[in-house]
């Protein structure tokens, strides 16, 4: 096969060709059957047996061959095509071994890109991701704008692959997708209308390795852009403002700080705190920073970067407000799930790095009981340790590196440490350090995969035993 990646009728291209999908999770089962559609004769390959994926064989409807169970990956070399979902890393031997040989790699989204008839917008970064990107479909749809949220983004239910959007997505629609570092290491010409980069904080070291390869990679969503095209970017982000220079189309800036000379920032103005952008020369005010129902400092970050997205695909300043105001939150991030004995508990269970924490601490002025910990991900807890020590009441740790959080905050002279086995101890033993008024907070800095199978089941768990705790079903003690 000669492979012509920048054949602009894309979509006949998989015509007859033999495509490989390598893995069969959300991402995959989403891929094969579109790629099978555009007449590709699709094999779906997965390390795990048929015992485990048995709930696939109807939802792939018979389209696709399915080879599963074989880590030798037979007959795989012969493919004129490799789509590998995001949870298989780039150095893994079965995409070295196909790199070698030169058969062509591509990411799910680089396939979504090349036969999308809607424009793509598109939102990167470590923290906040999900967030700005449920922002800018609210502004979308305030606007009378037909725009579907694709993409990495969980919450809430939108759990749309971004191959499958782009497959039906008419002209007039816009994909708003979230992009993760993983399914930027196989593109090529991916090149979104709109992309967005929140910030860039040290997370995945147990994929990417160094902070550096990371950055890297988030900064190959910037690579394809050109004329027409615009980036937005977070000027408060070091990582950030190192990207600045790689821009090749429009840029708009934004950040908290009125004074950081950005194109979109929060401003104090008659004693109200407003967002605000400078367009041709002229401020506009988008809306009052009150109308933001979720707390926090990052929360005004992701309302700017959202903004900024939407002011430049034409949507005014009145539709940005009532976007933002009707936005709601994100189920899993600093969702309020009960109170009890005037104590407010926080499912942040999408706070899965070091910088997520911190921010979702520094989020409360109240008093704050931390339940924190997981399966760590190469990363450094000492800046999550200083933090607990400055600004935390209690720590109760959770998980198989929670001790190495609690560790790191004794490292800083914290010691109103306690250790949960399961996620009901670690409710009570919350509860039982709280006073009225104070705030416990699940915020893990870290995966879910030590006690769960995702992040959602470890919030729908903490959520649980928090309403067994408000409806007295815990026993004798809180």
Same mark, same amino acid.
């Given at each position: 096969m000669s492979w012509r990646p920048a054949d602009p009728n894309w979509r006949t291209t998989l015509n007859g060709k033999r495509v490989a999908v390598i893995g069969a999770a959300a991402t995959g089962r989403g891929a094969a059957p579109v790629l099978a559609s555009l007449g590709a004769s699709v094999v779906v390959y997965d390390e795990r047996g048929p015992e485990e994926l048995a709930a696939i064989w109807d939802e792939l409807d018979g389209n696709c061959e399915l080879r599963l169970g074989d880590s030798s990956y037979p007959g795989i070399e012969a493919c004129d095509l490799i789509v590998p979902s995001p949870g298989v890393p780039a150095d893994s031997p079965v995409?070295?071994?196909?790199?070698?040989?030169?058969?062509?790699?591509? %990411?799910?989204i +680089?396939?979504?890109? /090349?036969?999308?008839?809607?424009?793509?917008?598109?939102?990167?970064?470590? *923290?906040?991701?999900?967030?700005?990107?449920?922002?800018?479909l609210s502004i979308l749809r305030a606007a009378g704008r037909e725009a579907t949220c694709a993409g990495n983004t969980l919450a809430g239910g939108h759990q749309m692959p971004l191959i499958r959007?782009?497959?039906?997505?008419?002209?007039?629609?816009?994909?708003?997708? +979230?992009? %993760?570092s993983f399914q930027l290491e196989w593109v090529q010409l991916f090149r979104p209308r709109v992309s967005v980069i929140t910030n860039i904080t040290a997370d995945h070291l147990n994929r990417h390795h160094t902070v550096e390869?990371?950055? +890297?990679?988030?900064?190959?969503?910037?690579?394809?852009?050109? +004329?027409?095209?615009?980036?937005?970017? *977070?000027?408060? *982000? @070091?990582?950030? /403002? @190192?990207?600045?220079?790689?821009?090749?189309?429009a840029r708009l800036a934004f950040s908290r700080d009125p004074d950081d000379g950005a194109d979109l920032w929060a401003d104090v103005v008659s004693g109200a705190r407003l967002l605000r952008i400078r367009s041709v020369g002229k401020v506009h005010d988008l809306c009052d920073a009150s109308v933001l129902r979720v707390p926090g400092e990052h929360t005004i970050e992701n309302a700017l970067a959202a903004a900024g997205a939407a002011w430049s695909v034409g949507c005014t300043a009145d539709e940005i407000r009532r976007g933002l105001a009707n936005f709601e939150g994100v189920p899993d991030r600093l969702e309020e799930v009960g109170t009890w004995n005037g104590v407010t508990f926080v499912n942040n269970t999408m706070c899965t790095n070091v910088d997520a924490a911190v921010r979702s601490i520094e989020a409360y002025s109240r008093p704050v009981v931390l339940i924190?910990?997981?399966?760590?991900?190469?990363?450094?807890?000492?800046?999550?340790? @200083?933090?607990?020590?400055?600004?935390v009441k209690a720590l109760v740790s959770i998980g198989a590196d929670g001790p190495r959080i609690a560790d790191a905050a004794r490292e800083?002279?914290?010691?109103?440490?306690r250790n949960a086995t399961t996620m009901g101890d670690a409710v009570r033993l919350a509860a039982e350090l709280s006073v009225p008024g104070d705030v416990v907070l699940l915020a893990p800095a870290c995966a879910s995969f030590d006690w769960y199978r995702s992040f959602e089941a470890r919030g729908k768990d903490f959520t649980q035993e928090v309403l067994l705790l408000c409806n007295g079903l815990h026993g004798d003690k809180p």
């Open positions: 995409l070295q071994r196909l790199q070698a040989l030169g058969v062509p790699i591509l %990411s799910e +680089e396939v979504a890109y /090349r036969i999308a008839r809607a424009p793509i917008l598109a939102v990167t970064g470590t *923290n906040g991701k999900t967030t700005t990107v449920l922002m800018l959007a782009a497959h039906t997505g008419s002209a007039d629609a816009w994909l708003v997708s +979230e992009v %993760s390869a990371y950055v +890297e990679t988030k900064a190959r969503l910037l690579a394809a852009q050109g +004329e027409g095209d615009t980036a937005i970017l *977070n000027l408060q *982000n @070091q990582a950030c /403002r @190192q990207l600045l220079g790689r821009v090749r189309c924190a910990g997981g399966k760590d991900k190469g990363l450094d807890f000492r800046p999550l340790g @200083q933090t607990i020590a400055s600004r800083f002279g914290f010691s109103h440490i």
